[in-house]
């Protein structure tokens, strides 16, 4: 629960206002498919496809299906601020979602880094070891997995987004020197296309093959009822988990292996606060 969004979670099946003044379970009360409206399985608002600019006029869902219907734009038009008119000026540039979202996981914490090297330490007697944070809700450390990091009321890293995603794929070199961005999305404040979005970016350490370097796919666990002395779960071994994952995934694997450290950004979009939080001017606009 919480672990990749930090906008979407357990909090928000019944939420109050002021936790999301969309899904409020006193006031509008949406539910997914509200803004979600799929047809033939094409969901819009899909991550993987996401839109930099919306400018549709408002309309009505089912009546007249244009644009991204899940999109803010599809409900309340362009030029949404009524009272203040210079707020509009902003919408050429900027998500509405970087204003009216000012924070993220704001119920619960959400994990924010996890490091996968650290993985494989055990008990004096050899058993699986499990640490929790300062909290004592959420584990820092796991055997299986290494060590996380939780955060609360985060607030948003920001990106030029203008619809066009960059996946690194099984195969493509990872950068030995720096991060590897899992996805990167393209945009800037010239090309006409790009808006300012809030992202979540999740940080980790991943297995990486030293001689392709190129990234690896664990074999973690096994079904039940299967015999597999290969699942890293089960024994702790960095090295046959690899081959095994790297077998299944097609890949080829030396037997030669390190950690390289990641990034994935995640579009923030849930979580939409009561206009009265939303962000000020002297938030952006300060010496």
């Known amino acids: 629960d919480a672990v990749k969004h930090g906008d979407l979670d357990s ?17 509008l009360n949406f539910s997914c498919a509200t803004c979600h409206a799929t047809q033939g399985h094409n969901i819009p608002g899909s991550r993987y496809t996401p839109a930099g600019k919306a400018e549709d006029t408002a309309h009505m869902r089912g009546k007249e299906n244009k644009g991204n219907v899940a999109s803010c734009q599809a409900c309340h038009g362009s030029a949404p601020h009524k009272a203040k008119e210079r707020l509009n000026s902003h919408t050429d540039k900027i998500a509405c979602q ?14 924010m880094t996890w490091d996968w090297s650290t993985a494989g330490k055990l008990t004096p007697d050899g058993k699986r070891m499990k640490i929790k944070d300062a909290s004592g809700h959420h584990d820092k450390y796991d055997s299986i997995k290494g060590n996380f990091t939780y955060e609360s009321d985060v607030v948003p890293e920001y990106a030029w987004i203008n619809g066009k995603v960059k996946y690194t794929l099984l195969g493509d070199p990872v950068n030995t020197q720096g991060v590897t961005k899992i996805n990167e999305y393209g945009g800037s404040p010239t090309d006409g296309q790009s808006r300012i979005w809030p992202l979540k970016v999740f940080r980790g350490k991943q297995p990486y093959d030293l001689e392709t370097k190129s990234l690896l796919v664990p074999h973690t666990a096994v079904g039940y009822g299967e015999k597999d002395d290969t699942g890293y779960w089960a024994n702790y071994k960095w090295d046959g988990a690899l081959k095994a994952g790297a077998e299944a995934a097609g890949q080829k694997f030396s037997g030669k292996f390190d950690f390289v450290a990641t990034e994935m950004s995640w579009p923030i979009t849930h979580m939409v606060a009561p206009k009265a939080d939303a962000l000020t001017c002297t938030q952006c606009h300060s010496k």
């Open 11 to 27: 909090s928000l099946k019944k939420p109050a206002k002021y936790l999301d003044v969309h899904m409020d379970a006193k006031g």
């Open 98 to 111: 970087t204003c009216h979202v000012p924070q993220f996981a704001r119920a619960q914490p959400t994990k």
